[in-house]
């Protein structure tokens, strides 16, 4: 069985990817950043069809942690699955944070940093000797690298910064048979910097071609299409999951 991680898996579009992976047959380690619980639910609702998946602690902003993280996932492919190889990545734990530029404090952009660039490299870098070839990574970044919407720059900012890292990534891990991608999702329905209200909600639904906002389920199957090898010949690429969002 293809065993894969997925960071901040135990709600939204993580939460929605792994269960799609372990119905694909994929086993899956997912981590929570806190809530033990939800995480705990997401396990549950795998074991309840049968599927394979284990919840870990980690705080993708802390990268001292990652190689006692990396001790974990060796242990929990041992024991879990009798393997010692990682067949996928998913850096998807992200957090959003309404303020605008001028308002920004040292202490925020180093803290959005940390979790969506610094993160995923670090992770990345230390999970890396356990994949095997034909294992794929996959970046979660965000339709406002594209756009400009006023109070995200410094989140915009990695989020691109974790596309350009998508290609480099390919390039330097393709000699091992690892694919890099980056998913961009547009507006989905999560509890993504507080969540939706109906106002917000209408608005980014005019934003959207197709007239709605879209459900983690929506890209957690293209994030899991993307690990399997039907997608083997795609890499380094940014697919916008989107319905359309074009503002
Ligand atoms: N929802 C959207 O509209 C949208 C749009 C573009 C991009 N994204 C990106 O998609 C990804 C998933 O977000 P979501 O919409 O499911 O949001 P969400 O808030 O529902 O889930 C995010 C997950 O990341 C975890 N997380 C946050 N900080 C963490 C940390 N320091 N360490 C470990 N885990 C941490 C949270 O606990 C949570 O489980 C994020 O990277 C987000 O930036 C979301």
């Known amino acids: 069985?293809?065993?894969i991680v997925i960071t901040g898996g135990s709600r939204g579009i993580g939460a929605a990817a792994a269960i799609?992976?372990?119905k694909r047959g994929m086993g899956v380690?997912?981590?929570?950043?806190?809530?033990?619980?939800?995480?705990?639910?997401?396990v549950a609702i795998v074991e309840g069809f049968g599927g394979k998946a284990v919840a870990l602690p980690l705080d993708v902003g802390d990268a001292d942690s990652f190689d006692a993280f990396k001790e974990a996932v060796i242990q929990a492919l041992a024991t879990k699955w009798s393997t010692t190889a990682l067949h996928g990545l998913v850096n998807n734990a992200g957090y959003g944070l309404f303020n605008r530029i001028e308002n920004v404090t040292a202490a925020q952009f180093d803290g959005l940093m940390d979790?969506?660039?610094k993160g995923p490299f670090?992770?990345?870098?230390?999970?890396?000797p356990l994949m095997a070839s034909g294992a794929a990574i996959v970046n979660l970044t965000s339709a406002?690298?594209?756009?400009?919407t006023s109070g995200v720059a410094p989140y915009a900012a990695f989020?691109?910064?974790?596309?350009?890292?998508t290609r480099y990534m390919a390039k330097e891990f393709g000699a091992r048979g690892i694919r890099v991608n980056a998913v961009s999702p547009g507006a989905i329905r999560t509890e993504l910097g507080g969540g939706l209200n109906d106002e917000f909600e209408t608005m980014l639904a005019g934003q959207t071609a197709l007239g709605r906002v879209g459900e983690p389920e929506d890209v957690g199957r293209v994030i899991v299409t993307l690990l399997s090898?039907?997608?083997?010949?795609?890499?380094?690429q940014t697919v916008e999951v989107g319905g359309g969002y074009i503002i």
């Open 1 to 3: 069985m293809n065993v």
């Open 20 to 22: 799609e992976a372990a």
């Open 29 to 42: 380690i997912l981590t929570y950043n806190t809530n033990v619980a939800a995480a705990d639910k997401v």
């Open 115 to 117: 979790v969506h660039l």
């Open 122 to 128: 670090f992770l990345t870098q230390a999970l890396l």
């Open 144 to 148: 406002t690298t594209r756009v400009a």
């Open 159 to 165: 989020k691109g910064g974790l596309e350009v890292l």
């Open 229 to 236: 090898s039907e997608t083997g010949w795609v890499n380094a």
